[in-house]
């Protein structure tokens, strides 16, 4: 897997950015919904599924 960590100026890291493809296959393996409840607890899985749409062309 081809992760890539993301930093502030000061060497902390802020997020990861891994390619779609992998992305796809962690959704097929996790069942991880694009559409997932805000209140289900799943906040990070909202947060990924909102990332999703942005890269994902219409």
């Known amino acids: 897997m081809?992760?890539?960590y993301l930093?502030?100026?000061k060497g902390k890291i802020t997020g990861v950015f891994i390619?779609?493809?992998?992305?796809?296959r962690l959704q097929k393996q996790y069942n991880i919904?694009?559409?997932?409840?805000a209140d289900s607890g799943?906040?990070?899985q909202?947060?990924?599924a909102e990332?999703?749409?942005?890269?994902?062309?219409?």
């Open 42 to 44: 799943a906040q990070l």
């Open 19 to 24: 390619p779609i493809a992998e992305w796809e």
């Open 46 to 48: 909202q947060s990924l």
């Open 51 to 58: 990332a999703l749409k942005k890269v994902k062309p219409e």
């Open 33 to 37: 919904s694009e559409k997932a409840p």
């Open 2 to 4: 081809d992760i890539k």
């Open 7 to 9: 930093s502030d100026d």
